[in-house]
């Protein structure tokens, strides 16, 4: 059975910082691309932040220089760091595993980002 459960969401000030986590179990974690994705109330889900399984990353202009993702194939764990945040960044952040044909979703975790 494949599990992403996420941790590390919460409420923080403007230009404060959070990391998530999503720990995963029952894939070969290692062969996975992984994602952070978010989706803000009556908005789409969008992607935040990729990484490849070579460790190669990708982020959209909108939170690129702020926020990092990074992965530990040890500890079958993806990480985002978020800093200077914005309320604009409030959201449900969502992990994403995906493989081939393969994609599975975590459960999501709260960001909200007060003024």
């Known amino acids: 059975q494949v599990q992403l459960v996420e941790s590390g969401g919460g409420l923080v000030q403007a230009g404060g910082s959070l990391r998530l986590s999503c720990a995963a179990s029952g894939i070969i974690f290692s062969s996975y691309a992984m994602g952070w994705y978010r989706q803000a109330p009556g908005k789409q889900r969008e992607l935040v932040a990729g990484i490849t399984r070579g460790g190669g990353t990708n982020y959209p202009d909108s939170v690129k220089g702020r926020f990092t993702i990074s992965r530990d194939n040890a500890k079958n764990t993806v990480y985002l760091q978020m800093n200077s945040l914005k309320p604009e960044d409030t959201a449900v952040y969502y992990c994403?595993?995906?493989?081939?044909?393969?994609?599975?979703w975590g459960q999501g975790t709260q960001v909200t980002v007060s003024s």
């Open positions: 994403n595993a995906n493989f081939l044909n393969r994609n599975y």
